[in-house]
């Protein structure tokens, strides 16, 4: 699955930091607004230990990991919205995203210049969501405004549209965004097809400094949670300094250093991973003498889906899905051990893929 997560936030967050940290692309990054324009868009790997213990027991040819794309966009000022600062470029990179990661400043440098001239970290982040907000509302609107002769027609899904139009414009008219509307999970459909910006997911990334990181207490760090804790969206706190150094030792050598701090993974691999879930996607694998490898699913995928991500053709061809769980692979050491215990399963196409399942399909050649 081709999916992808915006990193916004004010000028001079550390998005750029961030984004060379995750994947060593060299975006541009100096000390001034809008030095992003273009955003960049970089190929990640997905940490997973479990790939790693799977290689471990298959000895495979090649090992291969699940990826997810993150697009560096530039900063957002105060009338973007209106077009300030290049504004209406930067909102349509963000239209594009799957999910948005949002970098929020929680630290102080008098080296680096704040586009406001102070550090509040809930301020910075509201005015990020309210320009947001009053994009996604002139859309809305004017969505609204194209159904409503067709809805008042009696056209039955021009009316399903207008009416949930109406129900999330009122939400962002009250300067909140459209992810807060009572929406259905039957209605989650139709929302995705009007692009709104703010009815994407959020995760928070609060960037500290390396003292910060060591001593685990900050003042601004917690207003952050607070304020996502409101709005239902996760927050990850990381160094985008300290990460981006880190980013260019090997994975053990990483582990090492992260070790003498008291840690077991980066704020990086945090970061990845809760982006991953934020998109709803779970990983499956599949082993053996070839390739160990990770692939990735939406969450709720049948057995016939998930094999449709190794080949379209896969999906009409699915016969059946041979299941292990990670967890008694891990545990056993051995796919027959496995076997032996009857937890191997078969499954058909009526099956929900599940996160850590180790699978072979069979399919109709």
Same mark, same amino acid.
């Given at each position: 699955?081709?999916?992808?997560?915006?990193?916004?936030?004010?000028?001079?967050?550390?998005?750029?930091?961030?984004?060379?940290?995750?994947?060593?692309?060299?975006?541009?990054?100096?000390?001034?607004?809008?030095?992003?324009?273009?955003?960049?868009?970089?190929?990640?790997?997905?940490?997973?230990?479990?790939?790693?213990?799977?290689?471990?027991?298959?000895?495979?040819?090649?090992?291969?990991?699940?990826?997810?794309?993150?697009?560096?966009?530039?900063?957002?000022?105060?009338?973007?919205?209106?077009?300030?600062?290049?504004?209406?470029?930067?909102?349509?990179?963000?239209?594009?995203?799957?999910?948005?990661?949002?970098?929020?400043?929680?630290?102080?440098?008098?080296?680096?210049?704040?586009?406001?001239?102070?550090?509040?970290?809930?301020?910075?982040?509201?005015?990020?969501?309210?320009?947001?907000?009053?994009?996604?509302?002139?859309?809305?609107?004017?969505?609204?405004?194209?159904?409503?002769?067709?809805?008042?027609?009696?056209?039955?899904?021009?009316?399903?549209?207008?009416?949930?139009?109406?129900?999330?414009?009122?939400?962002?008219?009250?300067?909140?965004?459209?992810?807060?509307?009572?929406?259905?999970?039957?209605?989650?459909?139709?929302?995705?097809?009007?692009?709104?910006?703010?009815?994407?997911?959020?995760?928070?990334?609060?960037?500290?400094?390396?003292?910060?990181?060591?001593?685990?207490?900050?003042?601004? *760090?917690? =207003?952050?949670?607070?304020?996502?804790?409101? !709005?239902? &969206?996760?927050?990850?706190?990381?160094?985008? %300094? #300290? @990460?981006?150094?880190?980013?260019?030792?090997?994975?053990?050598?990483?582990?090492?250093?992260?070790?003498?701090?008291?840690?077991?993974?980066?704020?990086?691999?945090?970061?990845?991973?809760?982006?991953?879930?934020?998109?709803?996607?779970?990983?499956?694998?599949?082993?053996?003498?070839?390739?160990?490898?990770?692939?990735?699913?939406?969450?709720?995928?049948?057995?016939? *889906?998930? =094999?449709?991500?190794?080949?379209?053709?896969? !999906?009409? &061809?699915?016969?059946?899905?041979?299941?292990? %769980? #990670? @967890?008694?692979?891990?545990?056993?050491?051995?796919?027959?051990?496995?076997?032996?215990?009857?937890?191997?399963?078969?499954?058909?196409?009526?099956?929900?893929?599940?996160?850590?399942?180790?699978?072979?399909?069979?399919?109709?050649?």
């Amino acid at each position: 699955m081709s999916l992808n997560c915006g990193i916004v936030g004010l000028p001079n967050v550390g998005k750029s930091t961030i984004f060379n940290a995750l994947t060593k692309a060299g975006a541009e990054m100096q000390n001034y607004p809008f030095c992003t324009i273009e955003p960049n868009k970089g190929i990640v790997e997905v940490p997973d230990t479990r790939l790693e213990r799977l290689t471990e027991l298959y000895q495979p040819q090649k090992t291969v990991p699940a990826i997810m794309e993150f697009v560096d966009i530039a900063g957002l000022v105060k009338g973007a919205s209106q077009g300030e600062g290049l504004g209406n470029k930067f909102l349509s990179h963000i239209r594009e995203v799957d999910a948005i990661c949002h970098v929020v400043r929680a630290f102080e440098d008098d080296n680096i210049t704040h586009v406001h001239g102070k550090i509040n970290p809930v301020d910075d982040a509201q005015v990020v969501t309210m320009e947001l907000v009053l994009a996604d509302l002139d859309s809305a609107e004017k969505q609204y405004q194209k159904i409503a002769r067709n809805a008042k027609g009696g056209n039955k899904e021009a009316q399903e549209a207008y009416n949930l139009l109406e129900k999330i414009i009122a939400v962002l008219k009250e300067g909140k965004p459209a992810r807060l509307a009572e929406i259905k999970p039957e209605e989650q459909k139709l929302v995705k097809t009007f692009n709104l910006i703010t009815a994407k997911p959020v995760l928070y990334v609060a960037n500290i400094t390396d003292k910060a990181a060591i001593a685990k207490e900050n003042p601004l *760090v917690d =207003a952050i949670r607070k304020m996502a804790k409101e !709005e239902g &969206a996760e927050v990850v706190t990381l160094c985008g %300094k #300290f @990460e981006e150094e880190i980013s260019g030792l090997s994975r053990e050598e990483q582990t090492e250093f992260l070790a003498e701090i008291g840690e077991t993974r980066s704020g990086l691999d945090r970061m990845i991973q809760a982006a991953y879930k934020l998109l709803g996607l779970v990983t499956f694998f599949t082993a053996g003498e070839q390739e160990a490898r990770a692939w990735t699913t939406g969450v709720g995928s049948t057995g016939p *889906v998930a =094999a449709s991500v190794i080949h379209s053709d896969f !999906e009409k &061809a699915f016969i059946r899905a041979e299941v292990m %769980k #990670f @967890e008694d692979l891990d545990r056993t050491g051995n796919p027959t051990k496995v076997k032996e215990e009857g937890k191997l399963r078969i499954e058909g196409k009526e099956y929900i893929v599940q996160d850590g399942d180790v699978i072979y399909f069979r399919i109709n050649a």
